[in-house]
């Protein structure tokens, strides 16, 4: 039952060499997404407005809004909500059951309105909420979350946890920083950050959960301290439930460690344990069951695509959703225009496949008879197949997206760390490299 055949064990490299690639790694990564992304630009003002949305290619219709209400961060109403001893929001108008009247994508359950996303960012605009008055820097009735602090939870770890985790899993410094140009340049995570810029809940919640990945990765293939694997799940189930699929990896490399068995097990117990019993009890304080989520009653008031498409079979999740969500996450084709001088990506608003737009992620499937011989990665393979049945299983393919989609960073990045494991070498390497040109070029044009 030992561990040797899931651990790269590499020739070390001098820590000057290792320093020099990632720096290189942080200038290339400003330089190549620095005027998209305008970090300089964060705020996270609880209210998106149509300035906003048309910055982002986005109209009222896009989003199914028809002019009014639009998309708040949810964290930060929930924060506040919190603070002023509520569990719900306050209604933005007199009739809380018409979706223009609320914020968009609450839940309305016995006359009250309560947001449904998961709590990670709640938790951090609580704590960021106490901090700024205690500095002075804002009054309590403040709703936005001080710049500098949001930029450094949000987006400063993503480079510096994915370099770490791609280490860890292939061992060499310069696939990795290749491999972390990859996941912020060559995914929908760049789309992410750019539309983090206004505080989109969704988007935020994406990012730290691809943050909790990398942690629960970089550990379970590297030196298996398994704290940071705990701490990673934890992040991930308060951004994105079904990541909750990648416990049984995480027990399953704790479990097979020949040493000191107990304390792994038990990290990762209490990380399940605190992961899902955070979410089961706030289910229970605000619809009155462990077990509702209150995402069946956020279309309440809405008659959009999306709403139609939910109220179909009478839930938000069904098998019956599968085929046009294969079409879009594996087949759907992006749309490529003239525009001027120039020319731009587009597509369907449910998204497109996600091997058009980030091809190196095949990588992953055609090492199959490799990772499938190393125990721990073909647990994290298996459990991230049962977050894209229930990916597939779900009345939509996320927020409007032309030309990606988004919901593959639910698995990316532990497809790219067992990509990391098979390492960089021959034909190999230059594949690579011209896979990550092609998707850095793709996201660029995107519109």
């Not at 951090?124 to 009735?141: H, I, N």
């Not at 416990?247 to 399940?272: E, G, K, M, N």
């Not at 098998?319 to 001027?340: D, T, Y």
């Not at 091997?355 to 008879?369: F, K, N, Q, V």
Request: charged share 15%.
């Amino acid at each position: 039952m030992g561990d040797s055949p899931d651990r790269c064990r590499p020739p070390s490299e001098p820590r000057w060499q290792v320093a020099l690639v990632f720096l290189l790694l942080i200038v290339g990564l400003q330089l190549a997404s620095g005027p998209r992304v305008r970090l300089s630009e964060w705020t996270t003002s609880p209210m998106v407005t149509p300035r906003d949305l048309a910055g982002r290619g986005q109209s009222d219709e896009d989003i199914g809004v028809r002019g009014s209400g639009f998309g708040e961060n949810h964290g930060l109403l929930e924060a506040r909500a919190w603070r002023d001893g509520r569990l719900d929001l306050q209604p933005t108008g007199p009739d809380p059951r018409l979706g223009v009247n609320r914020p968009r994508d609450t839940a309305y359950h016995d006359g009250k309105v309560y947001n449904v996303f998961p709590p990670l960012f709640t938790f951090l605009s609580c704590v960021a909420l106490w901090l700024q008055e205690l500095q002075g820097l804002v009054g309590r009735e403040a709703t936005v979350f001080y710049a500098p602090w949001y930029v450094a939870l949000v987006a400063l770890p993503l480079p510096i946890v994915g370099f770490w985790a791609f280490c860890s899993a292939g061992g060499r410094s310069v696939p990795a920083a290749v491999l972390t140009a990859y996941l912020i340049l060559g995914t929908p995570l760049l789309a992410m950050l750019a539309n983090a810029r206004v505080g989109s809940i969704n988007e935020v919640n994406h990012l730290l959960c691809c943050t909790g990945l990398l942690l629960v990765v970089g550990d379970l293939l590297g030196k298996r301290r398994i704290w940071p694997a705990a701490l990673g799940l934890v992040i991930a189930m308060w951004t994105r439930q079904l990541t909750v699929f990648y416990v049984p990896a995480a027990l399953w490399v704790a479990w097979r460690l020949t040493a000191h068995r107990r304390r792994p097990l038990i990290l990762i117990a209490a990380a399940a344990f605190i992961g899902l019993g955070t979410l089961a009890t706030l289910n229970y304080l605000k619809f009155g069951s462990v077990f509702e989520t209150g995402y069946q009653t956020i279309y309440v008031g809405r008659d959009d695509m999306y709403a139609r498409r939910a109220t179909a079979y009478g839930r938000p999740f069904d098998v019956r959703f599968m085929p046009i969500n294969l079409w879009h996450m594996m087949a759907s084709p992006p749309v490529v225009e003239q525009a001027g001088m120039g020319i731009r990506v587009t597509g369907h608003p449910d998204g497109t496949a996600i091997w058009m737009t980030s091809p190196l992620l095949l990588l992953a499937l055609w090492d199959t008879r490799r990772w499938w011989r190393a125990p721990a990665q073909r647990a994290l393979m298996l459990c991230s197949l049962a977050v894209i049945v229930g990916l597939l299983c779900y009345h939509t393919t996320g927020s409007v997206q032309h030309g990606f989609y988004r919901f593959g960073l639910d698995f990316a990045p532990v497809w790219l760390a067992v990509v990391a494991c098979g390492g960089f070498a021959g034909r190999r390497q230059w594949v690579m490299l011209a896979l990550l040109a092609y998707s850095a070029i793709y996201f660029h044009l995107l519109a």
